[in-house]
């Protein structure tokens, strides 16, 4: 077992523990684990000598065998979750946790598990758990508690982690998802096995030669809540949904910020296969890459400087009345409206932007039209502009105002078009520009015949062409007369206008 766990730490001789050296850098503490790199090449070659010789397979056979495999036998998914939640302050202690800070700059006594220091629970982190624990259908145990899970790691420095084990304090529910058109669509359910409490361990930072590594404990004791799915996913495409919806739901919450590079949402997979038609299980085979004792090894116990998790029932119909409203509840709304599939999941997938969408129709405008302009021009705008919604001059008022305008005749879709991105751009009203650009839609018949006339009167040779049987060109014609209104003309008036004008034999 020791040469596993310290296959990339140098060990001096004759010591039992790996020589952990504490540096001061710019007032920050630097905690070192050092080896000789000729122990490691050591190790190394004595793993490779115990191996056993290897049975070499021809490449067809295993290409037969790896095509049978598709049809005869489906995967067996779960996924355990790991969600750090976005607490002002660290599960146990009153430290911040900012992503990206210098090493070491955010620890106590506490989360560097010193003799003496005491844990004090954030209150926080059981008001997150709860919340997470209803949006997930789960049910909740209204008396919890929390433990202890032994295992060494150089980045956890208590030599435990405070968990949950035997009673989490939330189980049995359920996610919703849709998956997307383009792999097939339809609705799924994943069971979710539980939610339990816990809190994270510190980071490992490498050198390039491996010769040694860092530990930054300002990660140590941030509070996660671990969510373990059912093995219900059949497929990767299952999986990523799953995922993403969970990523969704706990940022529809404001529980966490879900950002997966930051690490604040880190999945496991758990993957088996079982021939397709079998209900049974089949063993999990796994590559060990990083040794860690078996369930027995923990020596689970009940935490002793931890007060039982008791919640009252007057405090979660508070936190239920408090809920969003969550993704699958925003799907299903949307889709009442009458939206397509496609429409629905780009709506609901950011919270910001079904905000924007929400508040938007709120002014009366029309679903459908409101959809087309954001996942249109203005998703285009932000994503050229690397902007998100929130980021952008656009207001939902003005954005309702826009589509009123266009859908009564003030101002053609084209001008619209050009309102709109100064909006995106610079903001304003679009009463406004419409008044300061003279922008106002010409729908006086009057005015666009005296157009259409000057510019068939300008064109004898496109006019005879157009007699002779090319019809197609109607639309040089109309484009000429839009130049010539820049832009202000009524489509549907100059267009009847002009049949009327071309098809006559005078």
């Not at 004090?120 to 008001?127: D, F, R």
């Not at 999990?284 to 689970?300: C, S």
């Not at 007060?307 to 979660?316: D, G």
């Not at 679009?430 to 839609?441: P, R």
Request: net charge positive.
């Amino acid at each position: 077992m020791a040469s596993t766990i310290f296959r990339s730490f140098q060990v001096q001789p004759f010591l039992l523990y790996p020589t952990t050296l504490l540096k001061r850098r710019n007032g920050v503490l630097y905690f070192t684990t050092k080896a000789t790199q000729s122990q490691t090449d050591t190790q190394q070659r004595q793993q490779q000598q115990q191996r056993p010789p290897q049975t070499k397979v021809s490449t067809s056979t295993q290409s037969k065998k790896l095509d049978k495999i598709p049809k005869d036998y489906e995967a067996v998914i779960g996924i355990e979750t790991h969600v750090q939640l976005s607490t002002l302050t660290k599960a146990f202690c009153g430290c911040p946790y900012n992503y990206g800070s210098s090493p070491n700059s955010s620890i106590c006594p506490v989360c560097m598990g010193l003799p003496g220091a005491l844990p004090v629970l954030n209150s926080k982190v059981i008001e997150f758990a709860v919340k997470l624990g209803l949006a997930l259908n789960c049910n909740l145990a209204f008396n919890s508690k929390f433990d202890r899970k032994q295992y060494f790691y150089p980045d956890l420095p208590k030599g435990y982690q405070i968990s949950q084990f035997d009673v989490p304090i939330a189980t049995g529910g359920f996610l919703d998802v849709d998956i997307p058109v383009e792999f097939g669509g339809g609705h799924k359910r994943f069971g979710i096995t539980r939610v339990h409490m816990e809190e994270d361990a510190g980071k490992l930072l490498h050198t390039e030669t491996g010769n040694y590594s860092q530990v930054d404990l300002n990660r140590a004791g941030v509070p996660l809540l671990e969510i373990v799915s059912e093995p219900d996913m059949r497929n990767g495409i299952e999986a990523a949904e799953y995922a993403a919806e969970l990523q969704r739901l706990v940022r529809y919450l404001g529980v966490s910020n879900g950002n997966m590079q930051e690490g604040s949402l880190r999945c496991d997979v758990n993957v088996s296969i079982r021939p397709i038609g079998q209900s049974k299980f089949g063993t999990k085979r796994t590559i060990t890459m990083r040794k860690k004792e078996g369930l027995a090894d923990y020596r689970y116990f009940p935490e002793p400087d931890l007060p039982a998790v008791i919640l009252a029932q007057e405090y979660v119909d508070r936190i239920q009345n408090s809920l969003p409203e969550l993704p699958e509840e925003k799907r299903r709304r949307y889709e009442k409206m009458g939206l397509s599939m496609q429409d629905v999941l780009f709506l609901a997938n950011d919270k910001n932007i079904a905000e924007f969408f929400d508040a938007t129709l709120a002014k009366g405008a029309d679903a459908k039209l409101v959809a087309n302009w954001i996942m249109s021009d203005i998703v285009a705008f932000m994503k050229n502009e690397k902007l998100t919604i929130n980021e952008i001059k656009l207001t939902p008022e003005e954005l309702s105002e826009l589509i009123a305008s266009i859908k009564g005749g003030i101002i053609s879709g084209k001008i619209g078009k050009e309102i709109l991105f100064e909006l995106l751009a610079k903001g304003g009203s679009v009463k406004e520009l419409i008044e300061k650009k003279d922008l106002v839609q010409i729908a006086d018949p009057v005015e666009i015949e005296k157009m259409v006339d000057k510019v068939i009167a300008e064109n004898p040779k496109q006019v005879e062409q157009y007699r002779g049987g090319k019809t197609k060109l109607q639309g040089y014609f109309a484009g000429q007369v839009m130049k010539l209104s820049k832009g202000k003309a009524n489509p549907g008036l100059l267009n009847k206008i002009l049949l009327e004008k071309l098809n006559s034999k005078n």
